[in-house]
């Protein structure tokens, strides 16, 4: 999914035959309040142009209006760990918003990097993502719980709307704010995660043994756009009910090269108040070429959400491989379903997943 292409669709005659049996339906409902769309040229309709795209045919349909529109987070050429960044850049959702999130992403690790290594890279930074967007503000605790700072740690500005706390000396530590779970509960912690770092930290539970963490992945992050930094999650498992205190740790040597970033930390048992996130799964290419690399990313989506879900979140996979199936008259080119036939079946696979119908 290169920048520069032309903005131009042929349809064939075949296709719109196909596209007969996908009309838009004709009722709305009022399902959320707003709808925001993250992903990559797919969702940002590079290549097809915007009115015809899904994220443009599915907000008339679950914000109840003919005239509503989408607001668009998609990027060209994004992978995974970049789309995570533009996630970290807006604020989190508090209890009782009506704000609807969409997240389609995995297109690009599957064409540059493929099935591997990369792919534990790709699947942290979309759980951080997913993770985010799905526990509600009040659940975190940030910098903002912070007056005066931990000593030997300043405030992370990296994002624009999540201040996290950073720090480059050894033993400098924090003590978070207690957070309660139920038996068997979960603790996130995300944190950044930068290629070249050599930031290390500890991470303990209650004064229990520490456990640590890296702010760096192996492979690098290296996006094709030029990604070199995204944010981690972390899952502190297993605890028992109650009360509960962590502490992070800074275990790397003192030094500006070992950096080491956390930008909040929470519990995700109450998140089902929020609507869900309804991420998809990675589309066919055309031809069902990359088969193996489409198919391995795909699986990772749909583990990457059971394993939220098993934490008491409720994201919400959607199987856009059972609605287009990659052959020429749904494609635009080897990436880009294309308008009408592409963009109607991903907006089918996106309305059956929100609504059940």
Not at 140 to 160: E, I, L, V
Not at 203 to 221: C, E, K, M, W
Not at 293 to 319: E, K, R
Request: proline fraction near 6%; charged fraction near 10%.
């Amino acid at each position: 999914m290169k920048s520069g292409w032309t903005k131009c669709l042929l349809i064939s005659a075949l296709a719109v035959v196909f596209f007969a049996g996908f009309a838009p339906r004709a009722e709305s409902q009022a399902i959320a309040g707003s709808y925001i769309a993250y992903g990559d040229s797919i969702t940002a309709c590079f290549v097809v142009g915007t009115t015809g795209c899904y994220p443009f045919l599915l907000a008339p349909q679950i914000l109840g209006s003919p005239t509503a529109i989408p607001t668009l987070f998609a990027y060209s050429g994004d992978q995974g760990c970049d789309a995570t960044n533009v996630i970290f850049n807006r604020s989190s959702r508090a209890l009782g918003s009506t704000e609807l999130d969409t997240l389609m992403i995995s297109t690009n690790d599957a064409w540059v990097k493929g099935p591997g290594s990369y792919e534990a890279v790709f699947n942290t930074c979309q759980q951080a993502a997913i993770s985010w967007l799905s526990v509600p503000l009040q659940n975190k605790r940030t910098a903002a719980n912070f007056c005066p700072q931990p000593a030997g740690w300043s405030q992370d500005k990296t994002y624009s709307e999540v201040i996290g706390l950073s720090s480059t000396t050894n033993g400098a530590s924090i003590t978070w704010p207690s957070l309660t779970t139920p038996a068997n509960g979960v603790i996130y912690i995300w944190y950044r995660i930068i290629d070249g770092n050599g930031g290390q930290f500890s991470y303990t539970v209650d004064g229990g043994a520490p456990s640590y963490a890296l702010n760096t992945t192996i492979p690098s992050i290296a996006t094709q756009n030029g990604g070199t930094q995204s944010v981690a999650l972390l899952r502190i498992t297993g605890l028992s009910a109650g009360a509960h205190t962590v502490v992070t740790k800074v275990v790397s040597a003192t030094g500006a090269g070992n950096v080491v970033s956390i930008l909040g930390i929470a519990t995700p048992q109450v998140a089902a108040t929020l609507l869900p996130v309804y991420v998809s799964g990675t589309p066919y290419q055309l031809n069902d070429q990359d088969s193996i690399a489409t198919a391995t990313y795909n699986t990772d989506i749909q583990n990457n959400i059971l394993l939220l879900q098993s934490d008491g979140l409720n994201p919400v996979f959607v199987n856009v491989r059972a609605y287009n199936h990659g052959t020429p008259p749904e494609m635009f080119d080897q990436y880009h379903p294309n308008i009408p036939l592409g963009h109607m079946e991903l907006f089918e696979a996106f309305y059956a997943a929100i609504t059940g119908n």
